[in-house]
């Protein structure tokens, strides 16, 4: 089932600027992941935070997590050209079955 | 980082006729693989669970007859698309599973093009 839900879809900023997407999931979860996808590639894993965390730091990545809200937030600070590409967040539904979002697709101007 | 590959990265077939993609965990055993499809500009939606040894689980609304899976080993699943139509065109991604959720590893993608 696809219950992730992101919002906005499309972010197209300049670089340097500071990019947030945020995510909602209608169930309980054990964890919430978020994943990038470069065009037409495989997913990348950027960052788990699990359902008794609330933020969680990795890099210029920061992910916080509204158990109450069901809701998840990802922030790149500095964005960069090369941090291009759709980004998905993803629940843990039990037994590693991940139900992914519908993704935001982030364009990274020079 | 644990490695997964897939095989072929891209294929073009007739409509009839079956395709089998391969997915392998290269430096680790994987008890656990997950096959998704993405159609553009979509997100991924799970297809199945393969289980080393036993059948695989299959989402809702997956036809298990359509798409065969096969975990021969602990390295190894499979995925064929029997009888392949072009609505079936789609771009099929597979997991692998180390250990607990934060060691499933994906892999690079398969993209289908049925004619």
């Known amino acids: 089932s696809q219950q992730g839900e992101e919002d906005p879809q499309a972010l197209s900023i300049q670089e340097g600027e500071n990019a947030t997407m945020n995510c909602s999931y209608k169930t309980s979860i054990n964890n919430l992941q978020w994943y990038r996808q470069n065009s037409g590639r495989g997913l990348v894993h950027l960052i788990l935070i699990r359902s008794n965390e609330r933020e969680k730091h990795s890099g210029r990545l920061r992910v916080t997590l509204d158990t109450s809200k069901k809701s998840s937030s990802l922030l790149i600070t500095a964005s960069r050209a090369a941090d291009t590409a759709s980004y998905f967040c993803?629940?843990?539904?039990?037994?590693?079955?991940?139900?992914f979002g519908k993704g935001n697709q982030v364009v990274v101007i020079p | 980082g644990a490695v997964v590959s897939q095989h072929p990265s891209w294929v073009i077939c007739k409509s009839g006729t079956s395709v089998k993609i391969e997915c392998r965990s290269l430096?680790?055993?994987?008890?656990?693989m997950f096959w998704y499809r993405q159609f553009p500009k979509q997100s991924l939606m799970l297809m199945a669970t393969?289980?080393?040894?036993?059948?695989?689980?299959?989402e809702q609304g997956v036809e298990k007859d359509k798409f065969l899976i096969n975990h021969a080993s602990l390295t190894l699943s499979t995925l064929t698309v029997t009888s392949a139509h072009p609505e079936d065109s789609s771009f099929y991604i597979c997991?692998?599973?180390?250990?607990?959720?934060?060691?499933?590893?994906f892999g690079p993608g398969t993209r289908l093009l049925v004619l």
């Open positions: 393969s289980n080393e040894g036993s059948k695989a689980t299959y």
């Open positions: 997991s692998a599973v180390a250990g607990g959720p934060e060691t499933q590893y």
């Open positions: 430096d680790f055993q994987a008890t656990t």
């Open positions: 993803a629940t843990e539904e039990g037994n590693n079955r991940l139900a």
